[in-house]
């Protein structure tokens, strides 16, 4: 199947570890419930063998978990080209089919540093993402080598010890939320990387590049004098992770206070169906923001009671990652009809029949779904 991370051309540097540098470098964040001490691996002297650390230590831990913390640094790496190509201010937008599907520049060098790194280091996976990208070398600048030593940590659930990596889907949406990149809605923003198995979602990681972020509304985003900051004592950024049977890890749960029924929805794929939908569901409140990433994040911080969008247009590598988030803290997605999202590598992108996700009391939102939306959204 030809993927659409499209082709590229590697050049491997003679070290797989770079001295002074440990893997997954960035920003380190709190895993929940608890925190585990970072393990740095250094080339140490003339004896050293390149790459026989890295060989010692894959052997000790599965293919799922190995791809996990490979996934979340990547994904860190992927948050900062993001967070560079704003500060450079140069976007380089591209219009794809319509005035609300664009591209940036962005969107093209995180899938390229994702989908090189992920296929450097897990040559059978199958990748599939969201930019049909041209054949082209790729920068060793863009290729990130580093795991997250704290999710190696972590156990692998049993049901997933033995997977091989030809076994796996892995979809990946670089940028998750382009359109309001482009309008300056940064928080909106998301990088996706979705793990599926036997057609079901079980691994993700999201990246959230400007986590703290606070927008000076004075002034446009792209005066010089506007810039993209975190709040006082503020980290600029966070990684949230999840593998099912295991947890969601890097934020803390909270729920919608009871009786309340606020929704998130689509702030720029509107429709009369999609009003419909939201209006039957009787909310308190409607929240209208970009991204699939950032509506389940809303669900599993409390501050959306359900994501609620009854039309085509999202993919699954918009909600693979993202669903597994969910699942892992006991929520669920599915399209409106209340079925189950398939991942394996031959099903098509489109979620044709929508989506319906909630933390909690999925039945009271499924059972408002009006049968008018339902016939006009086919599976």
């Given at each position: 199947?030809?993927?659409?991370?499209?082709?590229?051309?590697?050049?491997?540097?003679?070290?797989?570890?770079?001295p002074g540098r440990r893997p997954g470098a960035g920003h380190r964040e709190d895993l929940l419930p608890h925190s585990l001490p970072l393990l740095a691996f250094r080339c140490l002297s003339s004896s050293f063998v390149p790459g026989l650390s890295l060989l010692i230590m894959a052997s000790s831990h599965t293919v799922l978990m190995r791809l996990v913390a490979s996934a979340y640094s990547i994904a860190q790496k992927a948050g900062t080209i993001v967070r560079r190509v704003i500060a450079e201010g140069d976007l380089g937008i591209v219009q794809k089919?319509?005035?609300?599907?664009l591209q940036t520049k962005a969107d093209r060098l995180a899938q390229m540093s994702i989908c090189s790194s992920l296929a450097r280091k897990f040559p059978k996976l199958t990748i599939i993402g969201e930019e049909d990208l041209p054949f082209e070398e790729v920068d060793q600048e863009l290729i990130e080598d580093g795991q997250w030593e704290e999710i190696l940590q972590q156990p692998c659930p049993s049901?997933?010890?033995?997977?091989?990596?030809?076994?796996?889907?892995?979809?990946?949406?670089?940028?998750?939320?382009?359109k309001e990149y482009t309008e300056g809605l940064l928080d909106n923003v998301t990088v996706l990387i979705g793990i599926a198995y036997e057609g079901k979602a079980i691994a993700g990681v999201i990246n959230q590049p400007y986590y703290n972020y606070q927008n000076n509304e004075k002034q446009k985003l792209r005066e010089h004098r506007n810039e993209a900051k975190a709040g006082p004592d503020a980290v600029l950024g966070r990684t949230i992770w999840g593998v099912l049977g295991l947890g969601a890890f890097g934020f803390q749960?909270?729920?919608?206070?009871?009786?309340?029924?606020?929704?998130?929805t689509t702030r720029s794929h509107n429709s009369k169906l999609v009003t419909d939908c939201?209006?039957?569901?009787?909310?308190?409140d409607v929240l209208r923001v970009g991204g699939a990433g950032n509506k389940i994040i809303q669900l599993i911080e409390g501050k959306a009671s359900a994501y609620v969008f009854a039309s085509p247009g999202?993919?699954?590598?918009?909600?693979c990652a993202?669903?597994?988030i969910l699942h892992?803290?006991?929520?669920?997605?599915?399209?409106?009809?209340?079925?189950?999202?398939?991942?394996n590598k031959e099903v098509k992108h489109m979620n044709s029949a929508g989506v319906l996700a909630t933390l909690r009391n999925y039945d009271y939102y499924a059972s408002r779904v009006p049968e008018s939306v339902k016939n006009a959204l086919v599976p």
């Open positions: 199947m030809r993927s659409s991370c499209g082709r590229f051309v590697l050049h491997p540097p003679p070290c797989d570890l770079q089919t319509c005035a609300t599907d049901q997933y010890s033995a997977i091989k990596e030809e076994d796996l889907v892995v979809w990946v949406d670089p940028l998750d939320g382009t749960l909270k729920e919608v206070p009871a009786g309340k029924h606020i929704i998130t939201v209006t039957a569901m009787n909310p308190d999202c993919k699954k590598w918009d909600t993202p669903e597994v892992a803290v006991g929520g669920k997605l599915t399209d409106i009809h209340g079925n189950a999202l398939q991942y």
